[in-house]
């Protein structure tokens, strides 16, 4: 039996046909892997990235480049046998098809690799710290925003739960006059060698332009001054320990003062066998402390804040600091990223404390 289509149902099913054709490419587009290289794989979060990336279908890494042939191999094969080791890193710059680059090589090469990326005009994604000085962060900076690029670093602490609180607390004006904060990052890696073979540059300031305060201190500097502001001045006191990096710094704490009023100390290192009080804020109407990864909060205006027991009703964490980046680059992302400018400042201030540290003195940052 001969069906007889109807005008208005030829037009109907045309006009459908039609619709599908053109979105067809769209569709395409987005089954297709957004295209991404790594640049450097020398940090010791590398291999972690590289699970991240591995992880995702959506994203595949065309190229690896690092200046240690043996190492890009080594990251190459990690990665998978679709990823292909460039030797010269203008491949990376002149392919139309990454749309962004991942750099985990050492700190003093981050000023040539961003700012070739850069121009290249492709996202980045660089791991802390943004630069080897203040001078290089803030032109890094300047060169990504000057071409709209999507960036972040590694500040994965943001992602925290107890931290999106209490960011939330703060905003609200439910702490009142905050008086004063401390903030700890610290573990044994110098006690336990974690930087004497593969990492060695890491303790090597030459290389990486800070020592173990640096290194972990930079995370916590960077909640502090995302909790409370930019910073007005500091001092600080950096010590090797010992001895196992040679003159490398393995142990620190600084005094902050924060143009907001507020004073907070901040410690950080290697030497350390334990890190129980990671977080404290003390204000006129509220007090938290973030003890054993638990939160201790104490506000009368927020219920079950007592301050005894760990606060539980928390916001769900965030997704890790390169998730993020790389959904923004697909057009999935909501959350905000660290921007090039956060990044070059807390460079600047963790600057400032060393040079106070050589000086005794305080340093307007």
């Known amino acids: 039996m001969q069906t007889t289509l109807s ?192 990492w060695r540059w890491m303790a090597d300031p030459k290389q990486a332009g800070v020592g173990g305060f640096g290194d972990l201190g930079t995370h916590k500097l960077d909640i502090l001054m995302w909790l409370l502001g930019d910073v007005e001045s500091v001092t600080g006191s950096v010590n090797v320990i010992t001895g196992r990096y040679g003159a490398c710094d393995e142990s620190g704490e600084a005094l902050l003062k924060f143009k907001s009023g507020v004073t907070a100390t901040l410690a950080a290192g290697w030497v350390d066998i334990d890190d129980p009080v990671q977080l404290l804020i003390s204000g006129t109407e509220a007090h938290a402390s973030i003890v054993g990864d638990k939160l201790y909060y104490k506000n009368a205006k927020v219920a079950g804040a007592d301050g005894k027991t760990p606060f539980t009703a928390l916001p769900p964490a965030s997704r890790q600091p390169l998730h993020q980046w790389l959904d923004a680059m697909g057009g999935k992302g909501s959350q905000p990223l660290v921007s090039p400018k956060e990044a070059a400042a807390r460079v600047a201030v963790m600057e400032a404390i060393y040079k106070g540290a050589r000086s005794r003195t305080w340093v307007k940052v």
């Open 7 to 198: 005008r208005r149902g030829f037009v109907q099913k045309t006009a459908m046909a039609t619709l599908a054709a053109t979105q067809l490419p769209s569709l395409i587009a987005a089954e297709t892997p957004l295209s991404v290289a790594l640049v450097g794989g020398a940090h010791i979060h590398t291999p972690g990235f590289i699970n991240l990336l591995k992880g995702r279908s959506d994203v595949n890494v065309k190229s690896v480049w690092d200046h240690d042939a043996k190492r890009a191999a080594a990251r190459a094969q990690s990665l998978g046998g679709k990823t292909q080791v460039v030797s010269d890193v203008n491949k990376i710059w002149s392919d139309g098809e990454i749309k962004g680059v991942v750099i985990c090589s050492e700190t003093d090469r981050h000023r040539e690799l961003v700012l070739a990326a850069a121009a290249a005009r492709k996202h980045l994604f660089v791991e802390k710290p943004l630069g080897f000085t203040a001078r290089d962060s803030w032109m890094m900076a300047g060169a990504m925003e000057k071409a709209e690029l999507l960036f972040t670093t590694g500040y994965f602490m943001r992602t925290d739960p107890k931290h999106l609180f209490l960011k939330d607390q703060i905003a609200k004006g439910l702490f009142g006059k905050i008086t004063r904060a401390r903030g700890s990052n610290c573990h044994n890696g110098s006690l336990g060698g974690w930087f004497d073979t593969e």
